[in-house]
């Protein structure tokens, strides 16, 4: 994490990165044409509370909710993956 100089005026910026905002959740990546990442983050807030969405840069987004909604986070995903032209699953690195 990088602060700014103490004397530069702006705030502190805190990022969490994805793999620790995760931990402990179902976790799916799909990935989308850049310019569909908006309309896929509001899918999913609308979602009301069923998963968090993560969008780090591009079009690759990182869906996570609660392991015992999995079934539901899934299908949330599939359903994207269909309604986005050229959207896929990104297949997930166990070692992660």
Known sequence: ???PPADSGA?????LPVEEA???LYVCEIEVSPLD???VKSVVEAS???ANVFAESGGTITIAGPPD????VMELAEDVV???EGARFVPRDRGR
């Open 1 to 3: 994490m990088a602060l």
């Open 22 to 24: 995760g931990r402990g």
């Open 82 to 84: 269909r309604e986005c």
């Open 37 to 39: 990442v908006v309309y």
């Open 48 to 50: 009301e509370g069923l």
């Open 69 to 72: 909604r999995a079934g539901a």
């Open 11 to 15: 705030k502190p910026r805190y990022v």
